[in-house]
């Protein structure tokens, strides 16, 4: 059954429906490592009036030594019940990121089977720049059932990437940006080459976003895709630094109707750290 659920929803629209019962708004802010600011501190100073603050640091697999891999079915089950999140709820996911980190936590939640969830066009800081209601006080969420299925076709993992050097089944779109795709900038993170994978195409992430952080129109992110040397046709499979960027892409993906796509969740964190893994540069 395709998917066919709106993946935007409009400030005007959730402000219209803050006080759905079925609806659950998700704050799903999160900063690159380097930044300054912290998302957490910054929800409990300020959020849209109902929100629960997802931690994508938290909400992963912890074991793991890359950044915010995917967590077990149980984790996300436990976690979504705890935020008050479950079966039948329509979500609403924004951020209040230079990231468009909602990109991620709706790529999360529909991997593990919750398909009705929309991402807040324009985030936080349209919805500020709009005045409308804030609040600082965190609701208290009443524990909802969360039933966790999930659908191992929307992650890729390294063996796979590697195979993919040799069968090229699957086209790879890295949401770095440039400078970091060519190799001309070095890695924020320590210990890692530059460059990336080799046969990919680079498509910025925020060429797909317009300059107020609300994403363009379907025409245009076709365009974006296709310019970076894209079949729309093929398979894709989006990479980015570590999984937060390359959920942009598959959102992008979503609202141009591509359907056969994939992300990569060690990203850029896996593959520039690996000893074995081969590097394309400019």
């Not at 349209?126 to 659908?151: Q, S, V």
């Not at 894209?230 to 960027?245: E, F, N, R």
Request: with cysteine; proline share 7%; aromatic share 8%.
């Amino acid at each position: 059954m395709p998917d066919t659920t709106p993946a935007l929803v409009s400030t005007e629209w959730l402000h219209t429906h803050l006080s759905a019962p079925d609806i659950r708004i998700v704050d799903a802010t999160w900063h690159m490592p380097a930044s300054p600011r912290d998302a957490r501190t910054e929800y409990g100073e300020a959020h849209i009036p109902g929100a629960v603050f997802f931690d994508i640091n938290e909400i992963c697999d912890l074991e793991n030594p890359l950044p915010h891999m995917l967590p077990s079915a149980e984790k996300m089950s436990s976690r979504m019940r705890k935020l008050g999140i479950g079966d039948g709820n329509r979500v609403i996911v924004y951020d209040n990121s230079d990231v468009r980190s909602a990109a991620r936590v709706w790529f999360m939640l529909k991997a593990f089977g919750l398909w009705d969830v929309a991402i807040l066009d324009g985030g936080f800081q349209k919805w500020k720049a709009e005045r409308r209601t804030i609040e600082d006080i965190p609701p208290i969420p009443r524990m909802r059932h969360f039933t966790a299925r999930f659908n191992t076709t929307m992650v890729r993992d390294l063996d796979h990437m590697l195979e993919n050097l040799d069968t090229g089944r699957e086209q790879v779109a890295d949401a770095r940006a440039p400078g970091r795709f060519s190799g001309a900038e070095p890695e924020p993170r320590a210990d890692m080459k530059s460059g990336a994978i080799p046969g990919s195409h680079n498509v910025f992430f925020r060429n797909l976003l317009n300059e107020d952080g609300t994403f363009k129109s379907p025409e245009d992110i076709r365009v974006c895709f296709e310019a970076a040397g894209l079949d729309l046709k093929k398979p894709i499979v989006t990479s980015c630094g570590s999984g937060i960027t390359a959920s942009v892409l598959m959102l992008g993906l979503h609202l141009i109707g591509h359907r056969e796509n994939a992300l990569y969740d060690g990203s850029w964190s896996e593959w520039g750290s690996h000893p074995d893994t081969p590097v394309e540069t400019a």
